[in-house]
């Protein structure tokens, strides 16, 4: 399923506040959770779910779990963003109100993503998450290792130190599509006077209209600079000494904390369903992958099958009757393959169904078979030997038609789709390059032939 589908309906589900800081307690919606827990489980638990794609997908579902058990929880997953050196480790240390997340005055020290609690709203399980500066040394790695953590988080916290660069605001972007509620934090704020502080606060909410709400957009100092200060003792001396003030970051604390209490469980429910939601489809799509890497080995195989019976078959024209029943035969294998298991009757049907509209399509072709048919019963030697590699490779050819679009039904859930069969058969011939089959075809019979007569 597509993710915005998803979204919609999650939102169905669950139905957060857009109030955030509003004071009058939400009713906790356990309902919406729980449907989300419960489709988590199912999807950890699907016997569906072929081992080798649970095993290619094996961190996927590892995270998947941990998500399951952090909505058990009731966890509220922050990430915290932003540009080297604009503070972020800093700003979650403020938060805190401990040290735990290393922090450095040379470019960069954030290298993994790490985790605390805060201390202040540990009853309402919420986690900062520290991620690596966008634009660190050996960036490319780093930035995904921060998308991947916003993708996994229920909140992000982007940390800027001034007007936004072009690069932050794209980074704001691309974390806008993840559908993760966004703040932007002012870092630094001590630096501005009182009226530039309002008018860069006001910039900023224009410049991220559409991707951050206005009352998101706060200014905070997890590290304000020292301040000088002068003593003067009762004697008139002076002595010159600095002093550092404590962190302001009680704006963005609340603002957390008011989220945390009225949308916390909301909010990881909605991310874990859109995180299930993209594994669901990368898990459909390898199974589809597994299925046709499958099938395009099953119709080889008949392939070879029909065009070496064909070629090798003395009696002129019945060889081609006696060969439609491989077709058939190769179709009951690909229904159990995609899980649609058709009987030899509903097969026969299908391979005649697909057959007349080859017909229809191809007559011309056809038409040559039958004539190289009737010319293999009436030569000798080379020219015998020659024909019937170039009759096995129609057949060949013709049984890879019925394959691909037997596949076409099969993936439809035994349906042609509103266009029907003549145009899905339409299709399958129009994609495939006739010559380039033809050509191994021969190849391969006129191999097996040889053998053979050897």
């Not at 240390?93 to 201390?119: K, P, S, Y």
């Not at 520290?130 to 790695?141: F, S």
């Amino acid at each position: 399923m597509a993710s915005d589908t998803l979204w919609q309906r999650l939102r169905g589900w669950i139905k957060p506040d857009p109030g955030y800081a509003a004071t009058t307690p939400a009713r906790s919606d356990t309902t919406g959770s729980t449907r989300v827990a419960d489709s988590l489980r199912h999807l950890l638990d699907d016997p569906g779910i072929p081992a080798s794609v649970r095993s290619e997908l094996a961190a996927d579902f590892s995270r998947l779990e941990s998500m399951l058990a952090r909505l058990e929880r009731g966890e509220l997953h922050v990430a915290v963003f932003g540009r080297v050196s604009t503070g972020k480790s800093a700003l979650g240390n403020a938060l805190l109100g401990r040290a735990a997340f290393q922090v450095g005055v040379l470019h960069g020290t954030t290298t993994e993503a790490e985790q605390a609690t805060l201390d202040e709203a540990r009853h309402d399980g919420l986690v900062l998450i520290d991620t690596p500066g966008i634009n660190e040394l050996d960036g490319e790695a780093r930035e995904r290792l921060a998308f991947e953590v916003a993708e996994i988080s229920d909140l992000v916290v982007f940390v800027c130190d001034g007007d936004l660069t072009r690069e932050e605001l794209d980074a704001l972007k691309t974390l806008a599509a993840t559908q993760r509620p966004l703040l932007l934090a002012l870092n630094k704020a001590d630096r501005y006077g009182a009226d530039d502080l309002t008018a860069l606060l006001d910039h900023l909410r224009q410049r991220v209209a559409g991707l951050v709400r206005p009352d998101d957009v706060l200014a905070a100092a997890a590290l304000p600079a020292a301040q000088r200060l002068i003593d003067v003792d009762a004697r008139g001396n002076e002595t010159v000494g600095e002093r550092s003030p404590p962190p302001d970051v009680a704006a963005l604390r609340e603002r957390l904390l008011a989220i945390a209490a009225r949308e916390g469980k909301t909010l990881s429910a909605i991310n874990a369903g859109l995180y299930a939601g993209r594994l669901t489809d990368q898990v459909s799509a390898r199974i589809a992958q597994t299925r046709q890497q499958v099938a395009t080995r099953l119709i080889r195989h008949y392939c070879l099958a029909k065009g070496v019976a064909v070629a090798l078959n003395p009696i002129p024209v019945a060889d081609l009757l006696a060969a439609a029943g491989l077709d058939a035969a190769m179709v009951v294998q690909l229904s159990r393959v995609y899980g649609l298991p058709l009987t030899r009757a509903e097969s026969g049907r299908l391979v005649a169904v697909i057959s007349a509209q080859l017909a229809a399509l191809m007559g011309a072709i056809w038409g040559m078979q039958l004539v190289a048919s009737a010319l293999k019963g009436m030569s000798a030697g080379l020219s015998v030997f020659v024909t019937a590699a170039a009759q096995g490779a129609l057949g060949w050819y013709a049984t890879v038609l019925i394959g691909r679009a037997a596949e076409r039904y099969l993936v439809g859930g035994k349906s042609w789709g509103d266009a029907g069969a003549k145009r899905a058969v339409a299709d399958i011939v129009a994609s495939l390059d006739r010559d380039s089959i033809l050509r191994e075809a021969r190849g391969e019979i006129l191999k097996r032939l040889k053998s053979r007569r050897g």
